[in-house]
């Protein structure tokens, strides 16, 4: 699996931390494993660029997705139908598009939800993630689909990582 990331925020970022959530997620959404995705940390300058050129709003936002390949993922935790389906990989590869993340927005909600910036970055690829997906949240029953699909992943993901030691340092408020 092919994550790319870049940091062109002008901020520190631990791209490993978000390299290693975003392999994370696709591997529990069992995505093909050639499968490419990009991941690009901008200011809120740029941020607003392109939030207003493709969403039409005004300001900088927190996460934008822009799909590549219509992919799609099998469903979470199971249900495989046809023997064998446990052990193959989702769809096809291929490219899963970008996941834009402005780390000066994230720092305002780690602080407003109480939790680090790092943490809320890693909850933004989850997020940006899944709406490349196809996963959205216009309606209150996307909404609870894709939230709670969010939800299950940074939770088992959190718990993987510090059985593993990777969340030294990074726990609780910051």
């Not at 939030?51 to 997705?65: A, K």
Request: net charge negative.
């Amino acid at each position: 699996m092919s994550i790319d990331i870049a940091n062109e925020a002008g901020v520190a970022v631990d791209e490993v931390a978000l390299a290693a959530v975003a392999r994370y997620v696709l591997d529990q959404l069992r995505i093909h494993p050639l499968a490419e995705l990009s991941v690009l940390a901008v200011d809120e300058r740029a941020m607003t660029e392109l939030h207003e050129r493709w969403m039409g709003e005004p300001g900088p936002t927190d996460v934008l997705s822009f799909p590549m390949d219509e992919l799609r993922p099998p469903p979470f935790g199971g249900a495989h139908t046809g023997r064998g389906a446990a052990e193959e990989p989702g769809p096809a590869p291929g490219l899963l598009g970008d996941v834009v993340l402005c780390p000066q927005v994230a720092a305002v909600q780690a602080r407003e939800a109480g939790h680090s910036a790092q943490e809320e970055l890693e909850l933004l690829v989850v997020h940006g993630i899944l709406h490349l997906l196809g996963y959205d949240h216009a309606d209150p029953e996307e909404q609870a689909t894709m939230f709670g699909l969010q939800d299950r992943l940074l939770k088992s993901w959190r718990a993987a990582s510090a059985a593993d030691g990777g969340l030294e340092g990074r726990e609780g408020p910051g």
